[in-house]
C-alpha cells in the first residue's frame, strides 16, 4: 500500500525537503510514503481564482486513480489525535488501497476535491503554511506507524 501525499506547490526550501525525506524515509516499503507536486496556477494581477483552484484541482484529481482512498487536507474537515491517526492507518492498511492526502494551494481545494474525498482531515485550527503541512503529514504517519508496530519513537 502506497500513502501519498499530493500537493499544489513545487520548488520548496531545502529545510522542507529535507524534514519531509526524513520521515518518508523511516516509513517501511510496504508502507511508503511519495510526494506528487502540482505546479500551482500562476496567480497575476487581478487573478480569477476559482478558476485557478479549478485548474490545480484538475491536476490534483488526475494524480489520483478511481480505485484509491483520497483524504483532503482542510480547515474544516475532523480533527484527529495521533491514536486516531493510528486507528485509521490500520483500517486502511486492511482495505489494501492506496491513500491519497490532498494538499491544495493559497486559496485551498476546489469543491470537486472535496467531493472526491472520503473523509475531510483537519491537521490543526491554526493556519499552516504549505511547506509545513509536508512535514507534519509526513511525521504523524510515521508516528502513527510506529503506534501501529509498538515502536519507541511514540511516548504517549
Known sequence: MRLRLICVGQKM?????????????RMPPELSL?????AMAHRGKNP???RLMQRESDAILAATQPKDRVVALEV??????????????????QDGRDVNF???GPDGLAEACR???????????????HPLVRIVLAEQLYRAWSITRN???HRA
Open 13 to 25: 526550501p531545502d529545510w522542507v525537503s529535507a524534514g519531509y525525506l526524513d520521515y518518508a524515509r
Open 34 to 38: 511519495e510526494l506528487v507536486e502540482i
Open 48 to 50: 480569477d481564482i476559482p
Open 76 to 93: 474544516g474537515g475532523r480533527s484527529w489525535s495521533t491514536e486516531r491517526l493510528a486507528a485509521q492507518l490500520e483500517n486502511w492498511q
Open 102 to 104: 490532498l494538499v491544495g
Open 115 to 129: 467531493q472526491r474525498a472520503g473523509q475531510q482531515w483537519s491537521l490543526s485550527s491554526l493556519t499552516l503554511p
Open 151 to 153: 515502536h519507541p519513537y
